[in-house]
Each structure stands twice: as structure tokens, then as C-alpha cells.
């Protein structure tokens, strides 16, 4: 079946616009999560979905960093007055449950650059 | 917090060679242990999990024993091939938690 897709796969962006990432999760996964890859960090956890519902927002780096999820499915990260340190690679999973019994499978992944 | 901390890369090896990248891990609970491998280009895929201690985690060639006594997961192949080049991420997460805590990665170059 379809796996996790990820859109924009490459998003150009000047430094104080916003951007919308969005994830397509796998048909009937309840949990979905993203994290940011980064040179200077590696991989970081962001925040994290079960339904509609983001119980721990405590990984989103400022307060310009939102999401949501609708729907229980699809989601959109959105960054406000992107920053140079904003540039990343932003990587979404989901997962038929949340728990660490259940695999995590990533999408592709948007390569965000700010210039 | 729970961490993981795995070796220091970059690893390069000739085909036909030995790999070991080892992977040590911090956790409070009883956490499944994760090996991910990310080839050039691609996102990131699993390669293979233990859930419980002394559990092995075993795919194309590679495998892993989840130990406790050592709170390890170190991560061996005995034949490499030049497609095996890849970055190599050791994770984890707890058995009630939601998100993985990764490792900084490895990076895995073999030449022919």
C-alpha cells in the first residue's frame, strides 16, 4: 500500500515568510509525528498526533513552530517568519498506534531552505 | 532523559569486511530498540527492532541483540557489499512513549 508521502519534497523560502509543510500519513495510523534532521542537531522529535489531538508540543523549537492534524489524517506543519536556523530536512512517521511496539514509518522528507 | 549514544563515524570498509557500530543507550523504562539506515537520497527506513531484552534483531544480513545487562544494541554485519553505504541511526523509545530518541547517525561508506 502507499506509504507516508511528504509535500513539498524541496521548498526555497526567504528569510520572515512562512511555510506549510504537509504530511499524508498511512491510511488508518493513528499516530503521526514529526522531526526535524538538521546538521548542527541530528534528528529531533517535534511534536506528536493520536487523532486530531497533539498531546506534547514540548519539541517544537519557538513558538513560531505550529501544527495540526485533521481529520486524523493528514497534517501541516507550519513555520511562521522562517529563520536561516529553520533550514532542515522535516521528516514525518506515522504509526498504526502510538507506543514503542509500534513501528514508525517515515516519509521522504521536506528539504526546507531558507535564504 | 532517555539518549543514545553510538560510535562516531565516518566508517569506511573495503566489500567483504566485518561492521560494527556500536550503540549504547540512557532509559528509565523498558524501552524497544531500533536500528534505522537511511542510503543516499532516500528517507529512513527501519532495518530492525528487538522489544525485550536479549531479543535479536536480524534483516539483510544484519543483525542486533538488545542488552540490558550492558544497555546496548550494537549493530553487526559480517559481510558488507557496497549497497550496505548508508548512514545508520540507532534509536529508541519506551514502551508507553511516543517518540523516538535517535542516535547522531553513522555514516557507512564501502569500496569496492
Known amino acids: 500500500g502507499a506509504g507516508v508521502s511528504q509535500s513539498p519534497s524541496n521548498k526555497v523560502t526567504e528569510k520572515g515568510k512562512d511555510v506549510e509543510l504537509r504530511c499524508d500519513p498511512i491510511?488508518?495510523?493513528?499516530?503521526l509525528y514529526w522531526y526535524r534532521q538538521s546538521l548542527g542537531q541530528g534528528l529531533e522529535f517535534l511534536i506528536y498526533f493520536q487523532g486530531n489531538s497533539a498531546p506534547d508540543k514540548s519539541g517544537l523549537p519557538s513558538d513560531r513552530f505550529s501544527a495540526e492534524r485533521t481529520g486524523g489524517s493528514v497534517s501541516t506543519l507550519t513555520i511562521q517568519r522562517t529563520q536561516q536556523e529553520d533550514s532542515a530536512v522535516y521528516l514525518c512517521?506515522?504509526?498504526?498506534?502510538?507506543?514503542?511496539?509500534?513501528?514508525?514509518?517515515f516519509g521522504p522528507g521536506t528539504r526546507l531552505t531558507v535564504t | 532523559g532517555d539518549s543514545v549514544t553510538q560510535m562516531e563515524g565516518p566508517v569506511t570498509l573495503s566489500e567483504e569486511a566485518f561492521l560494527t557500530i556500536n550503540c549504547t543507550y540512557t532509559?528509565?523504562?523498558?524501552?524497544?530498540l531500533f536500528w534505522y539506515v537511511q542510503y543516499p537520497g532516500e528517507g529512513l527506513q527501519l532495518l530492525l527492532k528487538a522489544t525485550k531484552a536479549d531479543d535479536k534483531g536480524s534483516n539483510k544480513g544484519f543483525e542486533a541483540t538488545y542488552r540490558k545487562e550492558t544497555t546496548s544494541f550494537h549493530l553487526e554485519k559480517g559481510s558488507v557489499q557496497v549497497s550496505d553505504s548508508a548512514v545508520y541511526f540507532c534509536a529508541l523509545s519506551d514502551r508507553d512513549d511516543y517518540k523516538l530518541s535517535f542516535g547522531a547517525g553513522t555514516t557507512v561508506t564501502v569500496r569496492a
Open positions: 512517521a506515522s504509526s498504526l498506534r502510538q507506543g514503542g511496539r509500534y513501528e514508525q514509518y
Open positions: 491510511s488508518g495510523h493513528t499516530a
Open positions: 532509559a528509565t523504562g523498558y524501552p524497544s
